[in-house]
């Protein structure tokens, strides 16, 4: 059946096997153990990670997985940056921004939105910081197109809309997720969405 190989009567399976494939011989019995070790790891780690799911609310899986994702995500861009594969890091690096979380939940995407809304306040003198406190200057009064440029939407938006970008910015307020007092500025956005309703939607 196989030519070259004589079978014995007496010549067991696995001698069998070693003369039909002599590269068998080089899996030594420390590789074989070294094998069900690194089996037996796995099998403990995903015993763990299921054990975990089942009892962790959503939101701590959610944290957990965004956590193992930007670690790994962060090692990878090291790696390529270091073996000179610069294209490379930089779109990693994009894709991992969204998963950076800062103080109180805040992403960075959030925190730009909420520096856009500051920046414009500012140059409209509206708000600003003094010696660690803010000011306003004529905060009542606030115009149509300044109320829709604080809220960050436009004319022709619907009222779903609005009251979504008002949420939104309110949650970046909250005191739980600022080091600064930001009552004047929830003020000015609780003005600015009552001007809009009162406009537009009344």
């Keep these: 059946m196989y030519p070259g190989v004589i079978i014995y009567p007496s010549i067991t399976m696995t001698t069998f096997l070693f003369r039909l494939f002599p590269q068998l011989w080089y899996l030594h019995i420390k590789e074989i153990m070294n094998l069900f070790l690194i089996i037996g790891i796995c099998f403990v780690i ?23 994702i930007f ?3 962060i090692l990878l861009a090291i790696t390529l940056f270091l ?18 979380k800062l103080k109180g939940g805040i992403g960075l995407f959030q925190l730009f939105q909420l520096w856009r809304l500051i920046s414009y306040l500012r140059q409209t003198g509206r708000y600003s910081f003094r010696s660690g406190t803010n000011y306003s200057k004529a905060s009542s009064n606030i115009s149509l197109d300044e109320a829709y440029n604080i809220l960050g939407c436009k004319k022709g938006d619907s009222k779903a809309q609005v009251l979504s ?28 969405k009552e001007t809009i309703l009162k406009n537009d939607f009344n």
């Design 83 to 100: 073996v000179g594969r610069y294209a490379f890091t930089i779109p990693i690096l994009f894709f991992l921004i969204p998963l950076l």
């Design 165 to 192: 970008s008002y949420k939104r910015i309110m949650s970046k307020l909250h005191p739980d997720k600022n080091d600064t007092n930001t009552t004047k500025l929830a003020q000015m956005v609780s003005e600015a």
């Design 46 to 68: 995903l015993y763990l990670l299921l054990n975990w799911f089942s009892k962790a609310s959503s939101k701590r899986i959610a944290k957990g997985i965004r956590y193992i």
């Design 71 to 73: 670690t790994t995500g």
